[in-house]
């Protein structure tokens, strides 16, 4: 396939977050203007957050504190049999014995003295004595009771009434079969204060888990009544301080942590979401110049002037000049208008705001508007200042008139930035430095002199252009004597500053693979390669009847390339895979920069992609579908022709308008022409197609041989450059 100079996209330049408070005489290092404090925003903040891990630390601790004293937990039957014993004082010998296996431990806990109950619709609470007899695990041999069923409370009360009318001594019985109760040859002791001079245990707080035994019809009450239990009493309703601290606790939780947020939201307080988010360098943070850029030697010159009058207003003033109050630099990705912004900031001496116009977007309304008024505010404040705007098509697409009324937050951030940059409040000695590679995107009241006064535009390199460019990027860099800059150059017509760049750093990575001391010319060739076509793949295996065909069709392509007048010079063959799917390679090279082409020269173009699949015929009478690509670029040079260039039988007409894009997006207006020119226009394309096509065929059949050669030196060495192909056609 034929392989022409794709255009890159440059390599977005890089940033550094910088520190805050920096002295405005001396700055070491830049300063952004978000993460400045606004009116003490920042030490309220930092209270803020002081007071809340406060608040956290004393909830942790109060909540420690009550779990660490929580009441003694009783069952509800144990407390349902404590009351059955009656009240401490109709029975001071009223007690019970619980048995409670933990896992393997046991635990044997006498209580007594129950005093002071309350009984609330989930929870029992009172006073209690309670003695813990013995603890220890639970011996081996002895086998675990089975777990009874749980019980209905009804049932349960019940069985308490009937328990009442049977006889002391059957009633000891029954208990005595109980799980909780001890072996009935155990008499419980008498409560220590009377039978004992060992200080009782003072009467501790307790609670029982009422839930599930709550609707038993009033049967504790009446069963703490007729135990003579007068202290008992119900649990009053909860108060409205008590029944509102859990929400209020839970929104007080919600409003802080969203607090934090928003104080935390992109580096900047809780009032600072529409602050601008630029960041402010001095001379000293930038160490580009202009002697570091090259190849644009008329941008440089108009941005030299700017920063003149920055450095010496006077001699301007005198005349009555005013310096611009914008200036966009408008070219296709990779040609270094940011790398111009960037030598700017180094050359004068003067603050530089940079950011980008996505900093400006945001999905809520009139947030755009506000960070746009607010880099002005600082930029003024720093006055004389430049403000580098990046990618201004995001923040100044054209305005569409729409019959909603529709107001939305782009538009509010353009009319800010229309009016900033030229309304009723001046804003004396700020500079706008604007970058952009859709103009045609940008809304015309934005373009107007008086906000954007100049245009600079940031094209392709020319030849030279690019020799000097390639001597920025080789400074530092080991090169061998036998590299001639100027010859690397030639070849790479078309790129960018960013694609040589790349070029540079490519050759240097391969001679430092290879272990060679210095960069040479083979090395600069195959970075070349790697650019525009991709990387080898060798270990890509072909078949030989494919690779037979692949090197027929590349075969054909430089045949027909070498033997057309006007058609690019061949630099070199290749039928090894590269890239994404192309499994050969013609690489054509022009001699010079062309900024126009003739009608013969675009025939020329049509004959060489045709010749591939042509060659594929002849040899094979058969063709394949690697001239997919091939045919597509052939119909599409045939397509201008006919409607965009006017050299076509239907005459000195333009069917379609194709609006100057500088991303090579083709972005057609919607077709302006009837039927019957449609199909004129498709039959003019055939014809073109149709007639180079012969051209061709003929062309191959008279040169088999030659084309026979060519192929099975390819065969063999996989690989043949410009000589080669030269020696082989004119040496019959």
Partial sequence: MSTDIPKKDPLPPSREDVPEDIPEDNIPEAESSENRPANGQRKWTDNTLFLVLGFLTVFLAVNYFFHASAPTRIRYMDLVRLIQQGSPDTNPDASITVTLDDGDTRRVTRYWDLRKVVVGSDKITGKVRFEVLSEGKI???????????????????????????????????????????????????????????????????????????????????????????????????????????????????????????????????????????????????????????????????????????????????????????GILLVGPPGTGKTLLAKAVAGEADVRFLSLSGSDFVEMYAGVGAARVRSMFQDAQSYAPCIVFIDELDALGKVRVASGSGSNDEREQTLNALLVEMDGFTPNGGVIV???????????????????????????????????????????????????????????????????????????????????????????????????????????????????????????????????????????????IPRGLAALGMTMQRPDEDRYLMTREELDAEIYVLLGGTLGEELVFQTVSTGASNDLQRATEIARSIVMDYGMSNLGRITLRDRPHNMLGIDDFAPREYSESTAREIDMEIRRIIAEAETHVRELLRQRRNTLDAIAQKLLLEETIDAAALKKIVEGE
Avoid: C, W
Avoid at 201 to 224: K, M, Q, S, V, Y
Avoid at 272 to 290: E, H, L
């Fill in 139 to 325: 011996p081996k041999d002895e086998v675990a009771a089975p777990v009874a069923e749980p019980v209905a409370a009804d049932k349960v009360a019940a069985d308490l009434r009937a328990a009442e009318n049977v006889p002391e001594n059957e009633a000891s019985e029954e208990k005595s079969e109980t799980a909780d109760e001890t072996p009935p040859a155990k008499k419980p002791a008498p409560p220590a204060d009377k039978k004992s001079d060992k200080k009782p245990p003072e009467p501790a707080d307790f609670t029982t888990n009422r839930i599930g035994f709550a609707e038993d019809g009033g049967f504790l009450l009446n069963l703490l009544k007729e135990h003579g239990f007068t202290d008992a009493d119900a649990e009053p309703p909860p108060s409205l301080l008590q029944a509102l601290i859990p929400s209020l606790l839970f929104f007080v939780f919600i409003g802080v942590f969203f607090f934090l947020m928003l104080t935390r939201f992109g580096n900047a307080g809780a009032m600072a979401f529409g602050r601008n988010r630029g960041r402010f360098y001095a001379r000293d943070d930038m160490s580009v110049t202009f002697k570091d850029v090259a190849g644009v030697d008329e941008a440089v010159e108009e941005l030299r002037e700017v920063v003149d009058f920055l450095k010496s207003p006077d001699k301007f003033r005198a005349l009555g000049g005013k310096i611009p109050r």
């Fill in 433 to 575: 430095l604007a970058a952009t590679n859709r103009p045609e995107m940008l809304d015309p009241a934005l373009l107007r002199p008086g906000r954007f006064d100049r245009q600079v535009l940031v094209d392709r390199p020319d030849k030279v252009g690019r020799e000097k460019i390639l001597r920025v990027h080789a400074v530092g860099v080991k090169l061998s004597p036998e590299v001639d800059l100027a010859e690397v150059a030639a070849m790479t017509a078309g790129f960018v500053g960013a694609d040589l760049a790349n070029l540079i750093n490519e050759a240097a990575l391969l001679a430092a693979r290879r272990g060679k001391s210095e960069i040479t010319m083979s090395e600069l060739n195959e970075g070349v390669e790697r650019v525009t076509a991709g990387l080898e793949k060798r270990s890509r295996v072909l078949n030989e009847k494919t690779k037979n065909r692949v090197a027929v069709h590349e075969s054909a392509h430089a045949l027909v390339a070498y033997l057309t007048p006007g058609a690019s010079e061949v630099h070199k063959v290749s039928i």
